[in-house]
DNA sequence: GTCTATAAGTGGATAGAC
DNA sequence: GTCTATCCACTTATAGAC
């Protein structure tokens, strides 16, 4: 009992280090972070943190497998979510509408933003966005819209070059958000701000490779 | 004729140090990078950096002001550039051109992917990002796109929503090169994909919002 | 303008008492 | 597991000799 005590104080402090390191990196970046900067916020000597973690490195690295956790993408992507007869305008909505929910999460949105800061300067974090965050959703979409031709939904054309005309701007707008456009307190209208120009997005995208008058 | 000779010894070293400083920063970071780093390079000592810049952060200025110089946007957008007649795929293509021929140059690149990977560190790169290079780019394809509806080239839509679309993209395959794909030993393969990546993607406003079967 | 010398501070990290 | 004490490498920056 006493030994499970321990156990789960000793884990409670692991995760306040790492929780604090989140805030600190996530708003200063890696490097302008010191482990006195986040031992002060912890509130416990800064040496006491190497009896968790073997260094500021190892820090930076258990954050990256959390952000590895957050995002959980599967190894394959799985088609049969998409069913067979359904709206586009209403399936891309449904499929973005997880990307917003994402953004209401608080954690989230910290290591989101600590990706996009570090982005250039952590091979772990590059790895991970470029081939486990950006590839995978290439190809996730340009099954989609393929499948949407398939159907009749949309007109013909380059499934590939679809998936990067819809997705890039996914892209663009999580930069905007965490690199150019950050604002923590006001994150509710800048939420709002992200559906109405993705929405827009969508009907543009729509109103170009839809069928509408042409199909006639 | 001593003191002309003088100046010139003094302004050479000074930009000696803004162009190594300018390497480091770009390849590194602004944080990871420092005086001595630099001083090592050029070969002179430490403390003699001090005659030049009054300290780190100011050579970081003096490469802000650099960038800006580089781009040397007009605060007045002339739309007199655009000539009445005009096909409109030439006409972006044109227009696009610059932005590729400013990754031919090594110093643009360098002083582009300091922008991008110190946009969230930097307030005066953020300020010169946000409001000298965004804003501007988006009013004045908002502009081209109005006046090719007026001419008839293109489908009637929202012109600001087009710029959107359209400018987007360009932002970004920005931050693709810079903070995601960045090789400079290869950027002739990189210049090429960009190109080819653009072209796409004109191709695809083109083919949406152009006026082909649907005019008749 | 460049050097030496040095100040004064911050950084990551370890040893050992409790 | 947390603390005190300490190390030492590295940082920006200045004063003053040449």
Redesign the pocket.
């Known amino acids: 009992m006493l030994n499970i005590e321990?156990?789960q104080?000793?884990k409670g402090?692991k995760e306040r280090i790492r929780d604090v390191a989140i805030d600190l990196f996530s708003q200063k970046g890696y490097n302008a972070?010191?482990?006195?900067?986040i031992a002060r916020l912890v509130?416990?000597?800064?040496?006491?943190i190497?009896?968790?973690y073997?260094?500021?490195?190892d820090i930076m690295d258990s954050i990256i497998t959390s952000l590895i956790e957050a995002f959980n993408i599967p190894a394959e992507i799985n088609l049969g979510i998409l069913p067979d007869e359904y709206d586009p305008q209403t399936l891309i909505n449904d499929a973005t509408m997880p990307m917003i929910e994402q953004l209401k999460n608080p954690f989230i949105r910290k290591i989101m933003r600590l990706m996009c800061i570090e982005l250039y300067h952590n091979d772990k974090i590059l790895d991970f966005f470029k081939n486990q965050y950006i590839e995978p959703s290439y190809t996730f979409w340009s099954h989609v819209f393929q499948k949407m031709m398939d159907q009749g939904y949309i007109r013909e054309y380059d499934a590939d070059l679809l998936s990067r005309e819809f997705f890039s701007y996914c892209i663009y707008l999580l930069f905007e958000i965490f690199l150019f456009n950050y604002n923590e307190t006001e994150y509710n209208s800048l939420i709002d701000d992200i559906m109405n120009k993705l929405s827009n997005h969508i009907k543009f995208i729509f109103d170009m490779i839809g069928l509408k008058e042409s199909k006639d």
């Open positions: 321990k156990e104080k000793k402090t972070v010191s482990i006195r900067d509130k416990i000597h800064e040496s006491s190497y009896s968790h073997k260094g500021k490195e």
